[in-house]
């Protein structure tokens, strides 16, 4: 198996099919409620992730039904490693998709759905509930199967569906939040909490979030759509 082989993409309106199919697990909110799952494995992957990145003592990771989630570590209360811990979740969906999007666009789908198990598999050691477990082992086995048992097209489709819903599905967290916010609710999220470390309003770090998100979603589709 050769990871740096490029892979032909799909056909035109194959790729466009999977934005569809992405849109349309995104848009409605029951069908959002179950698919927001990914998205929480990412947000909290982007904290685990970064957090180590910057010498933070990683202790657990928790994913809940209702598509909430924790991660904790240990280090410094304050300064750059726990700022940047704190930004990696919003902003992480939508930065594995542009990367995803950038191998896609380079032909890497092998490449690509080996680095998303391996990720998922790392991030399994560190899961301290049954349904985080039970909701990283499915969403690795997923990628595991279409891997070894399907062919180079099924694999282009899989890897171009998962892609295009970490780049739509990443735009739609941060205006949850800020929804959330204006009812009064979320007086701990990322936003309030990177607000109280660094003196800098919640809402221009909402600001940042929804940016990322949207350039994210636009830098992807300039690797992914065919015109």
């Known amino acids: 198996m050769d990871l740096f082989r490029p892979q032909a993409a799909p056909a035109e309106w194959l790729v466009t099919a999977t934005a569809v199919a992405a849109l349309a697990v995104t848009v409605p909110r029951r069908v959002w409620?179950?698919?927001?799952?990914?998205?929480?494995?990412?947000?909290?992957?982007?904290?685990?992730?970064?957090?180590?990145?910057?010498?933070?003592?990683?202790?657990?990771?928790?994913?809940?039904?209702?598509?909430?989630?924790?991660?904790?570590?240990?280090?410094?209360?304050?300064?750059?490693?726990?700022?940047?811990?704190?930004?990696?979740?919003?902003?992480?969906?939508?930065?594995?998709?542009?990367?995803?999007?950038?191998?896609?666009?380079?032909?890497?789908?092998?490449?690509?759905?080996?680095?998303?198990?391996?990720?998922?598999?790392?991030?399994?050691?560190?899961?301290?509930?049954?349904y985080g477990v039970l909701t990283v082992l499915v969403t690795g086995a997923a990628f595991l199967l279409v891997s070894w048992l399907t062919g180079p097209e099924v694999q282009a489709l899989f890897a171009y569906a998962v892609v295009w819903f970490l780049l739509l599905g990443g735009v739609r967290p941060a205006f949850e939040l800020q929804v959330r916010r204006r009812r009064g609710g979320a007086p701990d999220s990322d936003a309030d909490q990177l607000a109280r470390l660094t003196h800098v309003p919640a809402g221009v770090w909402l600001l940042f979030f929804h940016t990322v998100s949207i350039c994210c979603l636009i830098g992807g589709c300039r690797w992914l759509l065919p015109f």
């Open 33 to 130: 409620l179950l698919a927001r799952n990914a998205i929480t494995i990412a947000h909290e992957g982007g904290h685990a992730l970064v957090a180590l990145a910057t010498g933070r003592r990683l202790q657990a990771i928790t994913l809940h039904s209702d598509t909430s989630g924790l991660t904790v570590t240990r280090g410094r209360p304050t300064g750059l490693g726990v700022v940047l811990t704190l930004t990696a979740g919003y902003t992480a969906a939508p930065l594995l998709g542009l990367g995803g999007a950038a191998l896609l666009g380079a032909g890497l789908v092998t490449l690509l759905l080996w680095a998303a198990t391996a990720l998922l598999l790392a991030m399994l050691v560190m899961i301290r509930n049954a």
